[in-house]
C-alpha cells in the first residue's frame, strides 16, 4: 500500500537559517512520482517539484534543493538561508500510474515557521 | 491564463441542505481532482477525472457525495444531504496529462455546515 511520512509536524527556525524537511515514503511498484507542494497562509498549494522513480539526481533550484534517495524511500527537502516568505505548510507527495488503478496520497504536512 | 477558478470561495449552510460546489479547470488540462481537506485527515483525493471521465472515485466519502464533469471546462462537487462532519475545504486541481503530472490548485471553497 502507498504511504507518505512526513514525521515533522510543525518545525521553527530564525531568518537565515538552513532547515530540511523530511519524506519518507512506501510504495511496492517501481515506477511512481514524488512531489512537494507548498501551502501559504493564503491556502492555495503551490507546485514546488516533480521526480520520477528512475531519476535520484538531486536537484537545486535557488534556495531550495532536493535529495532524492530510493535506498531510504525518502525525498527530503532543504531550504537554504530561511526567509519570512516561506513560512508555509509543505507537502509531500507520491503518485502512481497504473493500467488498474491512479492514486496519489499526500503526506500530512510539515508547517514551517520562519522568525524574523 | 487564468488559473483555476473555484467557486464559491466559502459556503455556510445548514445540515440537511444540498451544497454544490464548482470548478473551472486551467483551458487545455485534461486531467481534474476533487480534494478535502481537513485538519483530522489533511488533504484527501475525492476523486479524479481524465478527459472528462470519472477514473478513480474510491476517496468519496459516501453516497452523499456525488461529483460530474459534463465538459472539459466545468466540474461540480455535490453534498446531498450536507452535515457538520463535511465542514472543510474543498480543493480543486487540474493537470495536463496523467495523475503523475504536476497539479495547479483552485484557491478552495472554504464549507461550513451548521
Known amino acids: 500500500a502507498q504511504k507518505v511520512t512526513q514525521a515533522q509536524t510543525e518545525i521553527s527556525v530564525v531568518e537565515k537559517e538552513d532547515v530540511t524537511l523530511d519524506c519518507v515514503y512506501e510504495?511496492?511498484?517501481?515506477?511512481?512520482?514524488l512531489f512537494w507542494y507548498k501551502q501559504p497562509p493564503s491556502g492555495e498549494l503551490v507546485f514546488l517539484i516533480r521526480?520520477?522513480?528512475?531519476?535520484?539526481q538531486n536537484e537545486i533550484s535557488g534556495r531550495y534543493s532536493w535529495n532524492f534517495q530510493k535506498s531510504t524511500s525518502s525525498f527530503n527537502f532543504t531550504i537554504t538561508a530561511s526567509q519570512v516568505v516561506d513560512s508555509a505548510v509543505y507537502f509531500c507527495?507520491?503518485?502512481?500510474?497504473?493500467?488498474?488503478?491512479?492514486?496519489?496520497?499526500f503526506g500530512p504536512g510539515t508547517s514551517l515557521s520562519v522568525i524574523p | 491564463d487564468a488559473g483555476v477558478i473555484q467557486s464559491p470561495r466559502h459556503e455556510v449552510t445548514e445540515m440537511g441542505q444540498e451544497v454544490t460546489l464548482r470548478c473551472k479547470p486551467i483551458?487545455?488540462?485534461?486531467?481534474l481532482f476533487w480534494y478535502r481537506q481537513t485538519m483530522m485527515r489533511g488533504l484527501e483525493l475525492l476523486i479524479y477525472?481524465?478527459?472528462?471521465?470519472?477514473?478513480?472515485d474510491s476517496g468519496m466519502p459516501e453516497d452523499r457525495f456525488s461529483a460530474k464533469m459534463p465538459n472539459a471546462s466545468f466540474s461540480t462537487l455535490k453534498i446531498q444531504p450536507s452535515e457538520p462532519r463535511d465542514s472543510a475545504v474543498y480543493f480543486c486541481a487540474s493537470s495536463l496529462g496523467s495523475i503523475n503530472n504536476e497539479q495547479f490548485f483552485g484557491p478552495g471553497t472554504r464549507l461550513t455546515v451548521l
Open positions: 510504495t511496492r511498484d517501481t515506477t511512481y512520482y
Open positions: 507527495a507520491l503518485s502512481e500510474d497504473k493500467t488498474s488503478y491512479d492514486k496519489v496520497i
Open positions: 483551458s487545455g488540462h485534461n486531467s
Open positions: 521526480r520520477n522513480s528512475f531519476d535520484e
Open positions: 477525472f481524465n478527459n472528462n471521465v470519472p477514473i478513480d
